[in-house]
Each structure stands twice: as structure tokens, then as C-alpha cells.
């Protein structure tokens, strides 16, 4: 029987089965959303360079809601619908279910006239990947398994859970764990977004055998049964590729679009902190621009320039082009959906230092159908581009609802596509070396890495394979001259079980690919340290000093600074006691000080040796060359300045012989260690140290102060006072002067209330001491304050009771207007709990009490009044205006503005629902990073602020106007709110003819001129 004709009768009976047990999807999206472009019409809508087409191969209803795709050995595309996904509100809908569907374009006409279901009890289905018996599905919390050993397409059984602990938050549900491919080491590779942190293990698994994940990419070894995060951070990574060298390239939204995978790093979030307290700055992203407006230069961005920048903040689904069927120009680019542009984005890879910068190229597929909602794109098997659109209104939130009747598949092919020879893929496990051999000669050298993957995999996942397979591999990498090559018979062995036992001679060869795989290849087989720092459960400490001999040659000798950085991402997976023999034979390469990653890579990696070896850390600083690391080593040992006071001590020794630049670092990492420190015992070379400096060093006189020296107080407290010095400096000194809390503190600051640059810090200074009296002057002499100053004083007059009453006094008595008070502060005030402050806020204030059923109605009405008619007629300026009076203060927008909050300018904030929804109702669900931190000091004093950093003997809160780092010896009580940072009934406090100006101006998609500026 024909397999076509045997695969629809077999199996028709078992999709109409399923297909009458599944729920019928339906929209949740309001009826005057509309409908998409019809697809073909979608498909013609879509501009594209010459010569490129684009056609759909699958629509509704056939495919509804795609959100991942995969292929199989046999050429098929299997397809995962999401229906549970919901709008905010619900999260997901219980009552629906998600499925997997099989695609097969059986007579390569470039449609896919076959479909059948594969599983249909799927719920929060994120992703698809085909393998090792079966299919898996990451169906966050979970990993699941479904075995199909015989490969009929029917699961053998129930699904299998093989890890959990990939948990979902509450408000950036979106942020999910989500992309599962097959590495070219034979591991399967995934992604998960910052806003979800989990513990993953698998089911059952003990806490302590769990492994932290927080953004980033992670992988699983499926017959080890291993999992471990390779890097952490990011915001929402939502596509990922290896290119032809087998490094690994990531795309995310908001905070930078693409990332360079080095393992053991720590990337920048949107916000939040770092798991491992010892990170004290994290890597940016690798590109050399943005795809939105982040200067703030109005008049850059006229007459349709801001679309040049390539559409928005949003990407996802991410290709590298490796095949021939697009022409060379088009090959090795970096490829990704732009959600709020709907195009893709072009980035061309070039190396930079140890590892690579993407520079941008035009922008591509740009689509003339506001419904679409590209989320993946992949190389097929004939070598054109296969899209997926979600296809959809709104963005990645979705405050509208969700539409779950369309879905396309586009193929993007130059010209006409050839149809894919399989007979090369098919051939290479026949047991006749003489068809196999050849055939895995065409595999490894196809321009396809389609093909190469796809073989790749089946011999990965077969039991086993004929032995002229790995036979062909030895030789081609023994002599093949494309590195390329060589890495995919490098990779096909490893995958077989190969030994590797010539591995050393891998970090000699002559191309840089191989070397930095020799490394790799080296310390596979070693746990990688947690998110946290730590060394894993299970992790042995014991190892081959060959093994270190050969990592510690190419430290030492190699001239690329890639393997260096593949050397420097090995020390994560070494025993604490034997990476200081790597680290400082790296931070001796001067010409590395200025690297990308290189300074960062190995100070994460030693950062463990604060705690178990500091003097080994000393070691590595009397070889290093880096100013960056000799400041955060500098740093860590001040940290632990009670515990091991002695290295320190050579620190500080050290500083007296190194480069200036070095002395510099130093002193700069002490001065931040010690941060928020009242007292600190000092080092026994300091003062030999201040001898040989002199004593003008701002930071040197700080620290003296800091170590107790009353001459060093004396001279802060003189250039504090002194009016003809560098206001800076005097600035800085007040701060030291206040932190030292000296007998003579109030005297000093109120001589500086009328110093103009001064007033804060010396108002901060007063609200250390518990007087009413110097409350009610603070709050009297307010009008005298700068602009620039007043925020921070209002910090301060709401942080004891007594200040804001006396504050509060000034309002009602009509002194002061009552626009000065903001929504924040009103807030802290009410958090006092003083029912005088209460009674007296609710009189000059009032009380804002709305109920979620209030809020929903506040929303709705103002969805009713602001209409894109009513927008049309906002003044721009002004809403700027009102931005930087009511919301910069926390929110950065166009690289200008506060840092409390999330930056504004990539956001989704062309949508008025995505506004409303976070200004009226802001602490609805609240981020774990943006929630409240509120601390009662013995002082009397209450601060309350989301956490900037922190460590074992102090904590850094981010104020309204200021950070503030306290010791928490001071701390009374510690507690954690559910509310947002964002006050609510900020736009109360507006006229009808702001909140539309303002929330015209957060929606328009460049920066305006304020009025006056035209």
C-alpha cells in the first residue's frame, strides 16, 4: 500500500477522535478587534527584496495560535498550537488545552496537504522538539516526554514528566520557560525569562538538588539525566541559534536584543537584582544598536525615522541562514521576528575581541498585515525560511484578550525552491560502508545545516550505528581543511560516545573553532557553578593535573582571545582550589583589560575564592592587569574585611606597588565594599598606604574616616563646610561625614540647609536624628530648596512621623501646595501608621479606596473618553512636560529618568490598554524585583524602596530621589509588600487635559520637543 494513502487511513479515525474531544478554542479579543488579511492576500502583503516570495503553506483553520516549531528526520514540520495562553486577567484558560500538530508537504509543492494531531492534552504548551524516542514538550512548570519509540506517531503511553520546577510568575506570565532545540553537543537546549525564577529537578527532587534558574539559557543531557544553566539573565529570551562554528546566539525583548552564550555568565535584566551577591556589574547585550529610540533627540526621529531603527523592543524567534537557497549575500545573518514592527530584523555577526558584536542590517519581510505576530522562524529542508504567525492583535500582554482562530505558516524562499533530496540523510546508516561512508561525506558538507542536524540527531538518539560512521568522522576531522567540517565530525563523535582520548590535542590545532571546542570538550563532563555561585550538589572536587595542565597552557600561550574566553568560562566547572593556576595566567593578558567579557568571565568565575581562599584571590590580583577585576576583587576582600582581615591587609599592600590605574581600581572596590558602613577595623598597611598617596585622595580620606582615623573625620568635615571647593567633592564628603554619625552631625548640617547643592544630603543628615523640631524647619524652609533637591528632602520629611506631620501642617495651613506632596510620598506616609499623620494625610490629600470593581470601571472610562480622536488633539510637549513632574522620577523613557521602575521606552506602551493597566492599577500583580521593600530602623526612621543590592552586612534600597545604604544592625523590622512601587491615583491628581496629553505622549512612538523648544 502507498504510505501516504496507509498514513490517512490508519490514523483518520484517531484525529477525528481527538479532534471531537478537543475543546473548541474561541476568542476572548472583543468583536470590533476585526479579522485578519485573508492569508494569501497576508502572504502578497509582505515586502520583501527582489526576487525573494513569499507563500503560505498552512493557515486556519488548519493552524491556529502556532507558538513553536520543529522538523523530523523524515521532513516533516510538527507544530505546537497554544489555546491556554489568556489575557491578563485570566493567565490561562482552563477550559481549553493545547496540541501538536504533524505538517508534511508530500508532493513538494510547497503546501502542506497532510496534517494530523499528535497530542492534544497539552496545557501552557510553549514548545516542540523531536527526538530520542519520542517528543518533548515543554509545558511549563514541567518537561514532559511523550515516547514513540516506533515512531508511528502515536504516543506509546502518558506523558512523562521529567523535570519541574520551571515556575510561571504571576504578572510576566509571557516570560515562561519556552524553546527546546537540540544543541550540536547532543544536549537539549531551552530558554526562560528573568520574571519567572524556578528551581528545576527533577519530580520529587530534594531543594538541595534543585538548580536556580532566573533568565537565561539552559540545556539537559537526556541519558545523564543532567540539567544546568548556562547563563543568567536577560528579560524574556524567546528565540536562539548556532551558527556554523556551533556558537550559540540568543534574541530577547526590552533590555537588549542579542547575546553572545558564554557559560558562567551573568547578563543585564530589565530590573532586579542578581542571584550571586559577588556580581556586581553584568554584561550588556552585543549589539552595537537598538531597534527603538533610545537618545531622546526629538529631531532625529521626524518624518518616519524612528521606523529605521526597526520597529520596537520585542523580538522573537531567531534564525543564523545556513543553507544555499537564499543567495550569498543573505547567508550567516542572524534573523528576528520584530513583534511590534512585524518584520524581521537583519544582524550581521562579526567578531570583536574574544567574542562578537551584531551590527544592523536592513530590515526585512516587513509585513503589511497588522495582525501578524511572527514568533519563530526556522531553515527547512529545501532551504527557505518557514514562519510562523500567531496572528493577532495587541502584543505578548495581551490586555485585549486573545484571538485563537487564525494562525499561517509562510515559507520565504528566493524564487522557486528545489524540492530536498533525503536520499544522503537516508543512506547513512546503511550497514554497506560503501553507501554510508559517502553519504556522510555529502551530510558533513552540505550547505543545508538542516541536513547535517537532522543526521546528527538520529545518530545522537540511535542505539547504535554501523561502524563506518564514526570510522568516516576520525578521518574527516583528521583531514578535512574546513574547520566547519571538522567541528560537525568533531560534534558527530561525540554524540556516538567517543572518548576523545586525543582530546588535548585539540587545544594545539591550528584553527580557532577547534580550540575553543578542545577546551570545551575538556570540561563537559564538569558541573557548572549555580546562579547563586555555588558549586553544585554532587559536584567533585578532585581532578587530572593533565587535564589542568593543558587549560593552563592555553590561559597562558594562546593568541585568541575566544579560546581565552572559552578557558575563562571553564573555571566555572573546576574545584574552587584549582582556578586560581587558570585565572592568573588570563588577567595577566594586558591586551584583554579592555575585552567585552573577558574581565567580567573570570572575575565570576574566582569570586568564590573570597569566601573559601582569599588569599588565592590576592594571588590572582598580584598578576592581574585588569582594572575591572582588580576592583571587584578589591571589593569582595572588603567585603570580608571581619572575616579575613589579613587579605585585605595584602590588598592594601599590594596597592602600593602596582600601575596608578591599578592603585585607582583598588581603592575604588575597598570604598564600595565598605558602603553603608559606619566602622570598619583597619588594615594594618593603610596607613603606610595614605603616606605614600597623600592625603588629598577623596577616596582615601573616605575610608580613613570609615577605619576611625579622627584627623581623616576632621579633614572631611572642613572640605564639607568649605564653600570654594568642588561641590562634588563636598558632596561626597557630607555623605562620608553623615555615615560616621559624629557628635557634632546636626551642628554641621544645619549650616548646610542654604548651601545650594547641599540641602539634601544635609536634610538626610537632620532625619537621622529623632526631633520634631527639625522636622517642622525642614518642612518650613521647603519653598527655599532647589527643584533639583526636593525630591530627596521629601524622601526624607516622610520618613518619621513627626517630619511629615509637620509637613502635612505646612499643606493645610496653605504655606505650601498641595501638588508638591506626590502620590509616592503620600503612600510612605500612610505606610507610617501614625494615626495623626492619617487623619491630617486624608484632610490636605483624601484617601483613595477604589475597590478592583472601581478600578475596572475607572479604566473603562477612560478607554471611552480617550478615543484616537480625542489623542489626536494631545499636545505633546506638554505630556512630556508632565512626564518629567509626575513619572521620571522612577521611569526611564528615551535614555533619560529614574531607575525605580522599568525603562519606558521599549515597553508596550503604544497601547492604551497596557497604560491604563499599569497606572490605574499598578499593583494588580507585582513582579517579585518590583515589589516594596519597607524597613523600620531603630532610629525611628522607615524607608521604603524596591532593593538595589545587597550584602551580608548591608542593604541598598533605590528611593524615589536617591539610594540609601543602611547596615542591618540598624534595621527594627524588614518586610516585604505585595504593592507595586507605583503609587496608585496618579492620574487623580491630573486634569482630563493632562492625563491625555501625558498618556499621548507615553504612546507616541519618538521623543517630542518640549514646548519653547520648537
Request: hydrophobic residues 40%; glycine residues 8%; aromatic residues 8%.
Amino acid at each position: 500500500m502507498n504510505r501516504g494513502i496507509w498514513w490517512v487511513l490508519a490514523f483518520g479515525a484517531a484525529v477525528a477522535c481527538l479532534h471531537a474531544e478537543f475543546p473548541e478554542p474561541f476568542n476572548s479579543e472583543p468583536e470590533s478587534a476585526g479579522e485578519p488579511m485573508p492569508a494569501e492576500e497576508a502572504a502578497r502583503a509582505f515586502q520583501v527584496p527582489e526576487g525573494f516570495r513569499v507563500e503560505v503553506v498552512a493557515a486556519e483553520p488548519e493552524v491556529r495560535n502556532p507558538v513553536a516549531m520543529t522538523w523530523d528526520f523524515r521532513g516533516r514540520l510538527w507544530v505546537a498550537e497554544n489555546y491556554t495562553y489568556a489575557e491578563k486577567a485570566k493567565r490561562f484558560e482552563d477550559g481549553l488545552r493545547d496540541r501538536v500538530l504533524i505538517f508534511e508537504d508530500a508532493d513538494g509543492d510547497g503546501r502542506f496537504e497532510r496534517r494530523r494531531v499528535f497530542y492534544d492534552e497539552a496545557r501552557v504548551l510553549t514548545s516542540v522538539e523531536v527526538g530520542h524516542g519520542g517528543v518533548w514538550l515543554m509545558c511549563p512548570p514541567r518537561l514532559l516526554f511523550l515516547p514513540d519509540a516506533n515512531g508511528d506517531d502515536v504516543p506509546d503511553g502518558p506523558a512523562q514528566v521529567v523535570l519541574d520546577g520551571f515556575t510561571i510568575g504571576e504578572s510576566s506570565y509571557h516570560n515562561f520557560a519556552n524553546g527546546l532545540r537540540w544543541g550540536p553537543d547532543g544536549w537539549l537546549y531551552g530558554r526562560c525569562g528573568h520574571s519567572c525564577p524556578g528551581k528545576v529537578g527533577r519530580p520529587g527532587a530534594a531543594e538541595a538538588e534543585r538548580v536556580s534558574i532566573k533568565g537565561g539559557i539552559w540545556r539537559y543531557h537526556v541519558a545523564r539525566g543532567r540539567f544546568e544553566v548556562l547563563c543568567h539573565g536577560t528579560t524574556n529570551p524567546w528565540g536562539h541559534d548556532w551558527d556554523r562554528y556551533g556558537e550559540l546566539f540568543f534574541i530577547n525583548t526590552v533590555n537588549g536584543h542579542l547575546w553572545h552564550l558564554m557559560p558562567g555568565a551573568h547578563f543585564k535584566e530589565s530590573f532586579g537584582t542578581d542571584l550571586n551577591p559577588r556580581v556586581y556589574d553584568r554584561l550588556d547585550m552585543i549589539a552595537d544598536h537598538w531597534h527603538f529610540d533610545t537618545t531622546g533627540k526629538w529631531s532625529d526621529s521626524r518624518d518616519g525615522a524612528a521606523d529605521a531603527f526597526g520597529g520596537g523592543h520585542s523580538h522573537i524567534g531567531m534564525m543564523i541562514y545556513q543553507a544555499d537557497q537564499w543567495p550569498l549575500y543573505y547567508r550567516d545573518k542572524l534573523y528576528t521576528l520584530n513583534q511590534h514592527g512585524r518584520r524581521a530584523n537583519v544582524e550581521e555577526l562579526r567578531r570583536r575581541g574574544s567574542g562578537y558584536v551584531g551590527t544592523h542590517e536592513p530590515d526585512m519581510l516587513i509585513s503589511g498585515d497588522r495582525w501578524f505576530r511572527g514568533i519563530d522562524i526556522r531553515t527547512g529542508p529545501d532551504g527557505s525560511a518557514y514562519v510562523l504567525d500567531w496572528s493577532d492583535t495587541g502584543e505578548c500582554h495581551e490586555h485585549t484578550g486573545v484571538h485563537r482562530a487564525s494562525g499561517r505558516i509562510y515559507r520565504v524562499s528566493f524564487g522557486k525552491p528545489a524540492l530536498p533530496d533525503f536520499s544522503a540523510l537516508r543512506s547513512v546508516g546503511n550497514a554497506d560502508a560503501k553507501i554510508g561512508a559517502p553519504a556522510m561525506d555529502a551530510i558533513l558538507h552540505d550547505p543545508n545545516v538542516w541536513f547535517y542536524r537532522q543526521c546528527l540527531n538520529a545518530v545522537a538518539a540511535a542505539k547504535s550505528e554501523p561502524s563506518h560512521v564514526a570510522t568516516f568522522c576520525r578521518q574527516a576531522y583528521r583531514e578535512d581543511p574546513d574547520p566547519m567540517v571538522r567541528l560537525r565530525a568533531y560534534w558527530m563523535l561525540h554524540v556516538l560516545g567517543e572518548t576523545f582520548g586525543w582530546g588535548h590535542e585539540m587545544l594545539l590545532d591550528g584553527a580557532e573553532p577547534i580550540r575553543i571546542w578542545g577546551v570545551r570538550n575538556l570540561v563537559d563532563e564538569w558541573r557548572i557553578d549555580t546562579a547563586e555561585g555555588r558549586r553544585p550538589e554532587g559536584a567533585a572536587e578532585e581532578i587530572d593535573d593533565a587535564f589542568l595542565k593543558s587549560l593552563t597552557r592555553a590561559a597562558r600561550e594562546d593568541a585568541s582571545a575566544a579560546v581565552r574566553l572559552a578557558v575563562a568560562s571553564a573555571l566555572f566547572r573546576l574545584p574552587v582550589t584549582r582556578r586560581e593556576e587558570l585565572a592568573v595566567h588570563l588577567v595577566a593578558h594586558r591586551e584583554d583589560a579592555g575585552d567585552y567579557a573577558l574581565p567580567s568571565m573570570v572575575w565570576w568565575g574566582i569570586a568564590p575564592m573570597a569566601e573559601t581562599d582569599p588569599m588565592a584571590l590576592v594571588r590572582v590580583a598580584g598578576a592581574c592587569q585588569w582594572p575591572e577585576t582588580m576592583r571587584w576583587m578589591a571589593r569582595a576582600l572588603a567585603e570580608e574585611i571581619e572575616k579575613s582581615p589579613a587579605a585585605l591587609n595584602a590588598m592594601v599592600e599590594l596597592a602600593r606597588t602596582v600601575e596608578p590605574n591599578l592603585q585607582e581600581a583598588i581603592l575604588r572596590g575597598i570604598h564600595e565594599g565598605l558602603q553603608g558602613w559606619r566602622r570598619a577595623p583597619k588594615p594594618a598597611a593603610w596607613d603606610a598606604l595614605v603616606a605614600g598617596f597623600g592625603r588629598d585622595d577623596p577616596r582615601l580620606r573616605d575610608l580613613s574616616a570609615v577605619f576611625g582615623d579622627g584627623r581623616a573625620l576632621e579633614e572631611v568635615r572642613a572640605l564639607a563646610l568649605d564653600g570654594d571647593a568642588d561641590l562634588a567633592a563636598r558632596q561626597a564628603a557630607l555623605r562620608t561625614f553623615i555615615e560616621a554619625r559624629p557628635p557634632d552631625l546636626r551642628e554641621v548640617c544645619e549650616q548646610l540647609l542654604d548651601a545650594r547643592g547641599m540641602e539634601a544630603s544635609a536634610v538626610a543628615g537632620l532625619a537621622l536624628l529623632d526631633d520634631p523640631k527639625l522636622g517642622e524647619q525642614v518642612a518650613r524652609r521647603f519653598r527655599k530648596f532647589s527643584a533639583a533637591e526636593r525630591p530627596a528632602v521629601l524622601d526624607a520629611l516622610a520618613s518619621r512621623p513627626s517630619w511629615a506631620l509637620a509637613l502635612l501642617q505646612e499643606i493645610a495651613a496653605g504655606r505650601l501646595e498641595r501638588e508638591r506632596l506626590t502620590p509616592f510620598h503620600a503612600r510612605q506616609m500612610k505606610s507610617l501608621g501614625d494615626a495623626a499623620v492619617d487623619a491630617k494625610l486624608a484632610e490636605v490629600w483624601g484617601e483613595s479606596r477604589e475597590s478592583p470593581a472601581d478600578k475596572r470601571h475607572t479604566m473603562e472610562a477612560l478607554r471611552q473618553q480617550l478615543t484616537a480622536e480625542v489623542l489626536a488633539k494631545a499636545d505633546l510637549g506638554a505630556g512630556r512636560q508632565i512626564f518629567q513632574s509626575v513619572c521620571m522620577a522612577c521611569h526611564t523613557l528615551y535614555g533619560e529618568g529614574g531607575r525605580i521602575g522599568p525603562d519606558l521606552t521599549g515597553s508596550g506602551r503604544a497601547e492604551l490598554d497596557y497604560l491604563l493597566e499599569n497606572i490605574v492599577d499598578p499593583s494588580a500583580v507585582v513582579g517579585a524585583d518590583y515589589q516594596m521593600t519597607l524597613l523600620t530602623l531603630k532610629d525611628g526612621r522607615q524607608l521604603s524602596g524596591v532593593v538595589a543590592a545587597e550584602t551580608a552586612r548591608t542593604l541598598t534600597l533605590r528611593l524615589l530621589a536617591q539610594e540609601s545604604t543602611v547596615e542591618k544592625a540598624e534595621f527594627a523590622k524588614r518586610e516585604l509588600s505585595p504593592a507595586s512601587m507605583m503609587p496608585e491615583g496618579l492620574l487623580q491628581v491630573l486634569t482630563p487635559e493632562q492625563v491625555r496629553n501625558l498618556l499621548a505622549y507615553l504612546m507616541h512612538p519618538s521623543q517630542v520637543p518640549l514646548p519653547g523648544e520648537r
